[in-house]
């Protein structure tokens, strides 16, 4: 079936560095959804990106869905405690469920 | 309601008693999925509900799982013959129609002893 995958799965920043997290799928998305989820907390809806290359910016985030359609990234520009959390990548996969990643935890130093 | 809720928010049981929990979705949300979530992990698909029957179910682990929805909103979970696996914390998600933004709910921990 289909994987979707995430790296890097913990990533340290100190607070004012940028940061990076990749989302790979084994199969082409028809639209690819992120997710923020709080310590101890739900994931909470961030964004959909539908369009292939397409780019979206929320203030200090900024999300890129691949030409190809299989690949997604979220960059944080100058990280602060409150982006403390982990981040999910999410797709429609076969049938009509939905296929999460694993997830990157994000810790940020103050 | 303001959001999607969930109740228990904390359920312990003994391996092989039956477990219901329960999720009340955003009113006028069509479409409800159930998740679960283990420690360190991303939510696990269970199954999805596009108003009152289940469009599918193929997350579910086994035939002790099984889910209701019989008036197209409120939603059970209903595990059988629980076992110490199924500890997870189970999550409840609506959205107005299949692919739209999902709303969580807070979740049910579920331990079983």
């Known amino acids: 079936g289909q994987q979707v995958m995430q790296i890097p799965q913990y990533q340290h920043v100190q607070e004012g560095e940028d940061f990076t997290t990749y989302c790979n799928s084994s199969?082409?998305?028809?639209?690819i959804q992120w997710y923020k989820q709080r310590p101890g907390g739900h994931p909470v809806f961030l964004i959909q990106?539908?369009?292939?290359?397409e780019v979206k910016k929320q203030k200090r985030l900024t999300f890129q869905f691949g030409e190809a359609k299989k690949n997604s990234s979220l960059h944080i520009t100058a990280t602060q405690t409150t982006d403390v959390g982990t981040y999910f990548c999410?797709?429609?996969?076969?049938?009509?469920?939905?296929?999460f990643g694993p997830g990157t935890r994000l810790s940020v130093l103050p | 309601g303001a959001g999607v809720s969930q109740t228990p928010s904390n359920k312990v049981t003994e391996k092989g008693k039956y477990v219901e929990l329960r999720c009340d979705p955003i009113?006028?949300?069509?479409?409800l999925y159930w998740y679960r979530q283990s420690l360190g992990q991303g939510p696990e698909f269970l199954i999805y509900?596009?108003?009152?029957?289940?469009?599918?179910d193929s997350g579910l682990p086994n035939d002790r799982f099984f889910a209701v929805r019989p008036e197209g909103s409120v939603s059970t979970l209903k595990i059988q013959r629980t076992e110490r696996g199924d500890s997870a914390v189970y999550l409840c998600?609506?959205?107005?129609?299949?692919?739209?933004?999902?709303?969580f709910g807070p979740g049910t921990r579920l331990t079983v002893l």
């Open positions: 998600a609506s959205s107005f129609g299949q692919r739209d933004t999902q709303y």
């Open positions: 990106l539908v369009k292939s290359g």
């Open positions: 009113s006028g949300h069509t479409a």
């Open positions: 199969t082409t998305l028809s639209n």
């Open positions: 509900f596009q108003g009152t029957g289940a469009a599918d």
């Open positions: 999410a797709g429609p996969g076969g049938g009509q469920n939905f296929v």
